[in-house]
């Protein structure tokens, strides 16, 4: 019902306009500055979306690139275990 009480859209013909050259000017300044943030955020993005993509491959930046198996080193550690279960045997000199 109310949109039967609704006005019926008119169409406007363009018109044409005389712009004088200051603000012929004025327009490609702000057609140029609006091009420039197009593309400033466009990149910030950009630089956005590859830092976490490299952040999921290769992990957060400066944090200790920590080995996923428990590594002891002469076969001594402070594994709470009791033992180490990678430690290799000690090699010997052939006498």
Do not use: I, W
Not at 17 to 45: E, I, P, T, W
Not at 66 to 91: E, I, Q, T, W, Y
């Amino acid at each position: 019902m109310k949109s039967r009480m609704k006005p019926a859209l008119r169409v406007v013909l363009a018109a044409p306009v005389q712009l004088s050259l200051s603000m012929d000017g004025v327009l490609r300044d702000v057609q140029h500055a609006f091009y420039g943030l197009c593309v400033n955020a466009g990149k910030q993005v950009l630089a956005a979306m590859m830092e976490a993509d490299r952040v999921a491959l290769y992990g957060a930046k400066g944090a200790p690139n920590l080995p996923a198996v428990h590594l002891c080193f002469g076969g001594s550690c402070s594994d709470k275990r009791g033992h180490c279960s990678n430690a290799s045997p000690r090699l010997r000199r052939e006498k």
